[in-house]
């Protein structure tokens, strides 16, 4: 022991920080922590699963023993939360890592794993696995794989063969589950197995209202449009409004807020065509876009 | 005998990486990979039989090396080998196929004579395998 530490302060200086740099995973972390907005749990997790790895990697040059830890995931949240975003980030960290040779994401749901007859189950997650060996499988609202209702339901057997490969070619693919928290735990709860192999469990917080707002100016930026000033406030009221009513689904609804409000820009510059258009009138959405939502008029209605 | 057919056949076996880096290369083309296999060595007596269909959108030779060691674990004393077709139009046509598992003992071919008429004399050749019936080969 003592001498093993001897030999480790005899060796030169390890540079952690290069290898940091010289990995791609700089760049990818430093666009997760500027693209996203909020999500901080999300956004630690993810760093510390990245040093995990990068303190793997040094470790293995070094040729102390470094064994490649399972990083099955679970991604829990709310809709809207960004779990697909992040997944595809992550698939990019863990290629520049080194974890995953091709660092590709495939999504799927029940539908793609889940036969419709005896036999037809097995080939078909065969060859959903087979696709995405070499990246990271995301499996959409994972829980609809176990239906404790019928016995004989053939989610069962994905549920198997997920397992068989998730523990015998850890290194060919990285799963991850994505759902809602309550169902999430219910379906680990009924499948021990799985639980027991998904090592890192994340959950995805809901957006603050200001979050929302940034989300929304970055989403308008990337389609190069822009708001007026009492656009914004209006916006910002409707985002307000849109949280408390049934079926929100975070940065989702604020995108389909975003692009009806585009549809009826589109419709009044239309209907005003005879005047000559200006570039800024092309690119802003106005006030009266966002307070034509039903989301104000429901709320003037009922109170 | 050893048979000799598609590429790399005149070489030594491929070892599991070698295949893995030629997986690699047909995915890289773009090229769909299948798995084939057959107890009647001759090159044109059947077609071979498929080992599942062809694996169509892979991105990494992993799943198609889990596919070639379970088809080595179910017909361990077959041929079996990996086809990579291209689907671009103008070739439609397999790139590139190889043998990755071959029977123990390879009996080989024998030659036979057969005498026509007015002296002819015509040749042709036999698997030896082929002697017992699919199934009961190598």
Redesign the interface.
Known sequence: MSENLARAEDCERLDLDGLYRESAVAQTIGALDSDLVGLAPVKRRVREIAALLLVEKLRRSIGLQAVAPPLHMSFTGNPGTGKTTVAMRMASILHGLGYV??G?LVVVTRDDLVGQFIGHTA?KTK?V???A???VLLIDEAYYLHRPENERDYGQEAIEILLQVMEN?RD??VVIFAGYKDRIDKFFASNPGMASRVTHHIEFPDYTAPELLVIAELMLQQMQYCLSDTARAALEEYIERRMTQPNFANARSVRNALDRARLRQANRLFEARARPLSRLALSTIEDADIRASRVFAAAGGSS | MRLTQGAFSFLPDLSDRQITAQIEYCLAQGWAVSIEHTDDPHPRNIYWEMFGPPMFDLCDAAGIMAEVRNCRATFPKQYIKVNAFDATHGWEAMRLSFIVNRPSNEPGFGLAREEGAGRNLRYTNFPYAAGLPHGKRY
Do not use: C, T
């Open positions: 040779r091709k590709h080939p060859e696995l087979k696709r060996m070499g990246g070619q060919d693919l």
